[in-house]
């Protein structure tokens, strides 16, 4: 072997192994929390003395750090290890029509602190004034948030912001969200990263709460799911290997334009997109906006909110008819193995809705994928960027080799 192959780690020499060695115990501390230099021997299949130089090189390096010991037994008590939380920290940033939603965590994902900034009015600035609103805002909420935790900017490993609309990969610009000014810009990434200091990753707010479903919810331990979101907007996550599957130009699960029976077709661009009912396809059969004039038709004017839509048995007969019949459509194409239901309509449609959609795939030539309600609480935008960015922060820190 050349020296220069052994100079960059090549497979099998002791450089990467002890790599190895330690990415294991260091993904072992963050599933299981603190560990005993025995019970980590015993994971890993390592010896106690190459244990023990591996938890000295962590702690050196400032990765691990003693923890206590374990009590309730007699004898010695053995020293317990956990991973520093100092080691990183990460924020996560999740945006609505309103505002936005900052929040910073350690390596551990202890959250630290939560803030809230509302939008500016922008709707009617110019290009580049509606950048520099969008631009302070984040800016705004993320300092507020780093303040509360007592960090500052230089401190964070990097930061993920999740969106309504698709980042199209090879241009940077955000598509499919007209409501949002100034988000639209193809500078926008670069504006952001200048202004903030840290790498950042934007991406879809869908996307973002399927990851946090298949790592807290009811997709946990789910490779293939689709993740379908209904509210005043509507989108799917689709996950396939355990892999988000993006698309070409980022839009793959922009169902909300997808043509069904009974709506027109969605067209007219990005200023038909704007309007709540998408300009046609499914946002306008099942979308926020829609339930509400369904619960207007059978319940009368006074019907103003989806829950008071939903308490008509026959808004939420219909609402099923309509739901199932969109996700009989992503079904036929891409075969999960599991639905889950996410956002307002179904949140408060609750088991019931989700029954009655159920009900209506008796029959279809499709398959059967199990359906489930979201199981999250608080923000899943949020909480999926923070475990975005966590997963960064660990694949960046955790190298040692």
Do not use: C
């Amino acid at each position: 072997m050349a020296e220069g192959q052994r100079a960059r780690g090549a497979p099998g020499t002791p450089r990467v192994l002890r790599a190895m060695n330690d990415r294991a115990a260091l993904d072992l501390l963050v599933s299981h929390g603190p560990l005993t230099r025995t019970r980590i021997g015993e994971l890993t299949g390592l010896s106690k003395p190459t244990a023990s130089q591996l938890l000295a090189r962590l702690a050196t390096a400032g990765l691990v750090r003693r923890t206590g010991n374990v009590t309730g037994r007699p004898g010695p008590r053995p020293q317990l290890y956990e991973i520093n939380p100092a080691a990183a920290h990460v924020a996560a940033l999740a945006v609505d029509r309103r505002g936005i939603t900052a929040a910073v965590a350690d390596l551990t994902g202890r959250l630290l602190a939560e803030e809230r900034a509302t939008a500016e009015a922008a709707t009617e600035a110019a290009d580049g004034e509606a950048l520099r609103l969008t631009a302070r805002l984040v800016a705004r909420a993320l300092d507020g948030a780093l303040a509360t935790a007592g960090l500052t900017r230089d401190q964070l490993h990097g930061a993920v912001i999740g969106t309504p609309g698709a980042p199209d990969p090879r241009t940077g610009r955000l598509r499919h969200a007209p409501h949002l000014p100034g988000w639209q810009s193809h500078a926008l990434r670069e504006e952001l990263t200048g202004l903030l200091g840290v790498p950042l990753t934007i991406e879809n707010d869908v996307n973002l709460a399927a990851v946090a479903e298949q790592h807290d919810g009811a997709a946990r331990g789910v490779e293939d799911f689709v993740l379908v979101w209904v509210g005043e907007g509507i989108g799917a996550a689709l996950v396939l290997g355990g892999r988000l599957l993006r698309g070409a130009t980022g839009g793959a699960g922009e169902i909300g334009h997808l043509p069904l029976p009974g709506a027109p077709l969605s067209r007219g661009g990005d200023r038909a997109a704007a309007r709540p009912d998408a300009g046609g396809g499914f946002q306008s059969l099942v979308g926020s906006a829609s339930v509400r004039a369904l619960g207007r038709e059978y319940g009368g004017p006074g019907v103003r909110t989806v829950a008071g839509a939903l308490a008509h048995e026959a808004v939420r007969t219909e609402v099923a008819r309509r739901l199932a019949t969109g996700i009989a459509a992503v079904v036929a194409v891409v075969d999960p193995g599991l639905v889950v239901l996410a956002g307002e309509v179904p949140q408060v449609g609750g088991e019931a809705l989700r029954d009655l959609v159920e009900a209506e795939f008796t029959g279809l030539a499709l398959p059967r994928p199990a359906l489930r309600l979201s199981r999250l609480d608080g923000d899943p935008v949020l909480r999926g960027a923070l475990r975005t960015a966590l997963n960064q922060a660990r694949e960046a820190v955790f190298r040692t080799g």
